[in-house]
């Protein structure tokens, strides 16, 4: 259950046929599961995001992604590694591959953070996730960290990427004789960020091909 949270949080873009408003703003994404407390900050201009890992190490992690120039960049800073700056290649999107999930978009309203939200239900044959989706907006925050992974077979990873389009509120994890798992969107402002949000100054910057050779990769 702890892995298929920590999936969820580093995999959680979109297009539409109807008219959708572009996100700015600040989102806050919480595992709801005491056993596995995490949080994931979000702060999203009209061309940047910027990705926060609030942990309580003593190591603070920030990535910056530009889809536009192909690049995100990790900022790591703390006792071991200190204000050190990595810049990856962004991959090409990937066709989604068959997921084996059902998708149901129900009649089901809520709303969320005052967000007007539909159920949707996904399941196979041996899981079941529910779904609550602001179909207002056109950014995903699960498939900015889409350019981070490094798999090309996670069946989860394509279905909250590709297959749910909008700003996926909450996913539970329903699956019967497992221990119950979920994420949340627990706060949302739609305020421009500050540009130091999206700084890279005082970091060490270096490439990921010069760090792997450096260590030997």
């Known amino acids: 259950m702890k892995n298929f949270i920590l999936l969820l949080s580093l995999i959680f873009v979109s297009t539409f046929g109807f008219a959708q408003s572009p996100f700015v703003g600040h989102i806050e994404l919480e595992s709801q599961d005491p056993s596995n407390e995490m949080k994931l900050l979000f702060s999203v201009n009209d061309s940047l995001t ?14 910056i992604i530009n889809p536009k ?12 590694i200190n204000r050190l ?15 084996g999930f059902t998708i149901e978009k129900t009649n089901e309203k809520r709303k969320i953070l005052d967000y007007d939200c539909t159920r949707y239900k996904v399941f196979n044959e041996t899981d079941t996730l529910e779904a609550w989706i602001a179909d207002q907006f056109d950014y995903n925050p699960l498939s900015v960290l889409l350019y981070m992974s490094e798999k090309d077979d996670n069946n989860i990873l394509q279905l909250l990427t590709n297959d749910l389009h909008g700003l996926i509120m909450q996913v539970d994890y329903l699956t019967e004789k497992k221990e119950p798992a979920s994420l949340k969107i627990t706060h949302i402002d739609e305020i421009v960020p500050d540009e130091a949000d999206f700084s890279t100054e005082g970091y060490n910057i270096i490439g990921i091909e010069k760090l792997q050779k450096a260590f030997g990769n």
């Open 50 to 63: 910027s990705l926060k890992l609030n942990s309580k190490g003593k190591t603070d992690i920030r990535v």
């Open 85 to 99: 700056g990595i810049v990856s290649p962004i991959k090409d999107q990937r066709t989604p591959q068959e997921s």
């Open 69 to 80: 120039q192909k690049k995100f960049t990790t900022l790591v800073n703390g006792a071991e």
